[in-house]
């Protein structure tokens, strides 16, 4: 009999914590998505740092529950909210460092055109203590202008990453996953920019879409998949995406929202998510999957705080296609890594 898996725990590369939880107590109407935006600026502008530390702290308890050690969420610093979310995530970054490691990301998420007095804000986010940033590259009528400023807020701030919600209406005229690569080059940034969603490389020509995937792959250029997204656009091309040599890392993406209603924080049920959506049943295709789940950084910062937690997450499961079957919730303990294969590698 094979031993049941052990893992040091899964990484969670993007959700928006700060707005998540708003639904329940807000009921979930089926409406254009920019109906629903604003609802969800109307529920931000009553936020209370309180009221947004109890929520986010609801979904991490669950994301511990089930074995997450890594959560990269983006906050919203706008106008609107202001920096209450910066603040009341920094703490729970704080509370829960011993068993989580959160990074925030001020995050653009109304975009300059409407609301230009975010930008000194995001200056501000980053200065509180915030590691990345992030932008929108179809939030504003000039994607192209918005990337450029995005970058020199982070130059400006020494920020160590950024982050772009990437051609999320997956409209081929939105395509400017090839120019944030090639911006990312010009200004000496490989591997510290992650590029969320990638809709539009679904809908370009086959051509189109492998030029750009070598683009991504050159600049080192990571991409993020959410696999819930499919409930209102496509999923990128992530096959592709890998045979080009690009690092593909998971998110759960908002939970409990006018956008994504549902969401345990299992990191397993959005893999499993994205293994039925784009088949990934190969065994080879599943041990991908369930590489950029537990992959963890073998240098710097986040290294150092991963490393230090003295626990494991063990489950049940004795093959990773029963894991990915299952889902399980992991029990937590203090016994040595004794998993075979699959994670000796890390
Ligand atoms: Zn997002």
């Known amino acids: 009999m094979s031993n049941p898996i052990t893992i040091k725990g899964l ?12 639904v329940p107590p807000f009921v979930y109407r089926d409406a254009p998505a920019s109906e629903r935006a604003a609802w969800t600026r109307e529920a931000k ?29 983006h906050v919203d ?24 490691a959160i990074d925030a990301v001020a995050f653009a998420q109304e975009g300059f055109d409407r609301f230009p007095e975010s930008e000194g804000l995001l200056h501000e986010a980053l200065r509180m203590g915030a590691h990345g940033i992030g932008g929108h590259t179809t939030m504003d009528q000039d994607g192209k202008q918005h990337i450029t400023k995005i970058f020199e807020i982070a130059e ?27 911006h ?19 809908n370009v020509s086959e051509a189109a879409a492998q030029l750009a995937a070598k683009l991504t792959a050159k600049a080192d250029v990571k991409v993020t998949i959410c696999p ?38 299992n990191m397993l049920h959005y893999a499993q998510m994205l293994a039925y959506i784009l088949r990934f049943y190969e065994p080879k295709e599943v041990e991908t999957i369930m590489d950029a789940l537990i992959s963890q950084p073998v240098e710097g910062r986040l290294h150092t705080a991963l490393s230090s937690y ?15 079957t299952h889902a399980e919730a992991p029990e937590r303990c203090r016994e040595i890594l004794t998993s075979p294969d699959l994670l000796a590698r890390r």
């Open 77 to 100: 610093v706008d106008p609107i909210v202001g920096l209450k979310g910066m603040e009341a995530i920094l703490e729970l970054r704080e509370i829960y460092k011993d068993r989580i």
């Open 11 to 22: 990484m969670n590369y993007h959700a928006h914590i700060d707005k998540g939880g708003i």
């Open 156 to 182: 400006a701030e020494n920020a160590e990453f950024i982050e772009f919600h990437t051609d999320e209406t997956g409209k081929e005229e939105h395509f400017l996953q090839p120019f944030l690569a090639e």
């Open 45 to 73: 502008a009553s936020f209370t740092v309180e009221d947004i530390k109890a929520r986010a702290s609801a979904i991490i308890e669950n994301m511990i529950r089930y074995g997450t050690v890594y959560l990269r969420t």
């Open 184 to 202: 990312t080059i010009q200004r000496g940034w490989q591997g510290r920019v992650t590029a969320i969603h990638c809709s539009s490389l679904a």
């Open 310 to 324: 003295d626990f494991t997450y063990k489950y049940k499961a004795s093959s990773i296609y029963e894991l990915l």
């Open 228 to 265: 819930t997204a499919i409930a209102t656009r496509s999923l990128t091309r992530v096959k592709m995406l890998l045979q080009e040599g690009v690092q593909i890392r998971l998110g759960s993406d908002n939970i409990g929202d006018f956008f994504n209603p549902f969401g345990s924080g």
